[in-house]
């Protein structure tokens, strides 16, 4: 591959010095002279760092297509588009009818253990003393409520913080890749060879890109999206199993 030279052009055509393209990915200069003069290889995390960095597919960007470094990805019309604003429903529908991350299965299990620990102190209160026993059903009944309300409170908590960002997201399907901005940030272009999976849900197609964060696409306003991804990605009816690290 001679992502070396690559490398160089995609810089100079950003108008980009190597302190600047180092900060950017958070590595030293020396690294980039080393990788611009074929001295050393990056890592995949700083290839795909630094396709997103150029805003070119990671084919691209090492040389295994032959579209032109100097083509423009906004010349295609995309296939499907999809723009959304974060609000109460949205969040919750897509972040919380399911138990997506480690912190939520945490707090699941956390739920269960003060509901197991409940009943048995409530099946031992009846062979204790008096005393005894209404200091363990005064436990009983705190660990349910806790239990109750630990994950509504995480809900709450967080959907509030989501909304005070009052993120919008735009989505746009191509052909070979799709282009992913959430409010003003940058731009991020994702060629479909480095998503894992997409499950079809009730309300949301969930994308998974490797080495990256989850992509939710609303399904009530593209029916025929499914179909467009499935020809492109493997579709999966549920996660596939230890996958958390990807969150």
């Not at 297509?65 to 609000?87: F, Q, R, V």
């Not at 994702?190 to 009730?202: A, R, T, V």
Request: no cysteine; proline share 2%.
């Amino acid at each position: 591959m001679d992502y070396w030279s690559r490398l160089y052009e995609f810089r100079k055509q950003k108008a980009m010095s190597q302190e600047e393209v180092s900060t950017g990915l958070g590595v030293s200069r020396q690294s980039i002279s080393l990788w611009e003069t074929n001295q050393a290889s990056p890592s995949m995390d700083n290839l795909i760092a630094l396709a997103k960095l150029f805003k070119v597919s990671l084919d691209v960007l090492v040389g295994l297509d032959n579209i032109s470094i100097k083509s423009n990805i906004h010349n295609d019309k995309p296939e499907y588009k999809i723009t959304y604003e974060e609000n109460k429903s949205t969040v919750y529908r897509r972040d919380y009818a399911y138990i997506n991350t480690t912190n939520e299965l945490l707090l699941l299990s956390i739920t269960v253990f003060l509901y197991l620990m409940a009943l048995l102190l409530m099946i031992r209160a009846p062979k204790l003393n008096l005393d005894v026993a209404r200091i363990v059903m005064v436990i009983s009944f705190s660990s349910i409520i806790v239990g109750t309300l630990i994950y509504p409170l995480h809900v709450y908590t967080n959907i509030k913080k989501k909304l005070s960002n009052k993120n919008q997201y735009k989505i746009q399907f191509y052909k070979s890749h799709l282009i992913y901005t959430i409010s003003n940030a940058q731009e991020e272009m994702i060629d479909y060879k480095l998503i894992n999976y997409y499950i079809d849900k009730k309300d949301y197609i969930v994308i998974y890109v490797i080495r990256g964060n989850r992509i939710y696409v609303p399904k009530h306003d593209i029916l025929e999206l499914d179909n467009f991804l499935s020809d492109r990605i493997e579709r999966r009816t549920r996660k596939k199993p230890l996958d958390f690290y990807k969150m």
